[in-house]
C-alpha cells in the first residue's frame, strides 16, 4: 500500500504517484496487457493511479473502445439488478447487442469483467465527487455524497460485491486501497489531523450516513413513509444528514474524536 504521508505529499504537490514493476521480467503476454487495461482503465484518470501498459490501450481501434464501453455499459445495468452471482453474460451481450463471445475477449470471465465496472465507476464518482482538501469543501462534501448516489448505481454494486466477496480480498484490492489511501490523505489535510486512522474514521462516518438510505431503501422507506419519497421529503432528509456530517466534522475540528 501507498505509505500515507508519501500520498499527503504527492496530494500536496499536485502529482500522482505510480506503482512501478519489481526486479523480475517485466515482458507481458497479451493476454496480461489486456486484463491490467480491463481492470485498472478507470484509475488512469484519477490523482493516484497505477504504471499501465499503455500499449494495450493504443492498440484498440475506436470501434473496440466502442465496444469496451457498450459492454461496460451493459454490465453495470445487469450487476447493479442481478449482483455478481446473479447476473448473466447472455443477458449483457443482449443488453450491448455485442456478441458474447466478445465480452471473453475483452475481459477474460464475469469476475473480471465486475472488477472493470467498479473500477468505471469509482472513476465516475471521483470526477463528479471529489474529496475536498479544505474545510469549506468538507462541509458541502456530505450533501454533494448524498445527491450523487441518489442518482448512482454505486451504492448498489458495493452492497453486491460486499456480499459475493465478504471477507475475502477484491479484485484489484490494491487499486482499491491506493484510492482510499488519496481520499484519507485529502481528508487529513481539511481536517488538520495528522493521523491516518482517525480520517478513515471520520471517512468512513461521513460516507456512511450519506449513503446509508441508499443501500436500505426499503428501511428508508419504512420510516419516513410515503412523504419520504416526495421531494420535500427527500430535502428534510438530506438536510438532517448534513447537519449530523457537520456534527461529525466539528467534533474532530474541537479535538473530541
Given at each position: 500500500m501507498l505509505p500515507f504521508w508519501a500520498a499527503l505529499q504527492w496530494l500536496a504537490a499536485g502529482r500522482a504517484p505510480e506503482r512501478t514493476r519489481g526486479g523480475g521480467a517485466d515482458v507481458k503476454t497479451v493476454e496480461e496487457s489486456r486484463r491490467e487495461c480491463n481492470h485498472l482503465v478507470g484509475f488512469l484518470n484519477h490523482p493516484v493511479g497505477c504504471a499501465?501498459?499503455?500499449?494495450c490501450l493504443m492498440a484498440e481501434t475506436p470501434k473496440a473502445q466502442a465496444t469496451r464501453a457498450k459492454l461496460l455499459e451493459a454490465a453495470e445495468a445487469e450487476f447493479s439488478e442481478h449482483g455478481l452471482a446473479g447476473a448473466r453474460v447472455?443477458?449483457?451481450?443482449?443488453?450491448?447487442?455485442?456478441?458474447?463471445?466478445?465480452?471473453?475477449?475483452?475481459?477474460?470471465?464475469?469476475?473480471?469483467?465486475?472488477?472493470?465496472?467498479?473500477?468505471?465507476?469509482?472513476?465516475?464518482?471521483?470526477?463528479?465527487?471529489p474529496i475536498p482538501v479544505t474545510e469549506e469543501g468538507l462541509r458541502s462534501y456530505v450533501g454533494e455524497v448524498f445527491d450523487y448516489?441518489?442518482?448512482?448505481?454505486?451504492?448498489?454494486l458495493l452492497a453486491w460485491e460486499g456480499l459475493h466477496y465478504r471477507d475475502k480480498p477484491i479484485p484489484d484490492e490494491k487499486e482499491r486501497?491506493?484510492?482510499?489511501?488519496?481520499?484519507?490523505?485529502?481528508?487529513?489535510?481539511?481536517?488538520?489531523?495528522?493521523?491516518?486512522?482517525?480520517?478513515?474514521?471520520?471517512?468512513?462516518?461521513l460516507i456512511g450516513i450519506a449513503s446509508w438510505p441508499f443501500i436500505v431503501p426499503q428501511q428508508r422507506r419504512l420510516m419516513l413513509g410515503p412523504d419520504g419519497e416526495t421531494e420535500s421529503g427527500w430535502a428534510l432528509l438530506r438536510a438532517s444528514v448534513v447537519a449530523h456530517g457537520h456534527s461529525i466534522i466539528d467534533n474532530v475540528l474541537q479535538g473530541a474524536v
Open positions: 499501465v501498459d499503455y500499449a447472455d443477458r449483457i451481450a443482449e443488453r450491448s447487442g455485442v456478441n458474447k463471445q466478445r465480452i471473453y475477449a475483452y475481459f477474460g470471465n464475469k469476475e473480471a469483467l465486475f472488477a472493470a465496472v467498479m473500477t468505471k465507476v469509482y472513476a465516475h464518482m471521483s470526477d463528479a465527487v448516489h441518489r442518482q448512482s448505481d454505486l451504492v448498489r486501497e491506493a484510492y482510499y489511501v488519496h481520499k484519507t490523505a485529502a481528508l487529513s489535510l481539511a481536517l488538520g489531523v495528522d493521523d491516518p486512522a482517525t480520517a478513515a474514521r471520520v471517512l468512513i462516518a
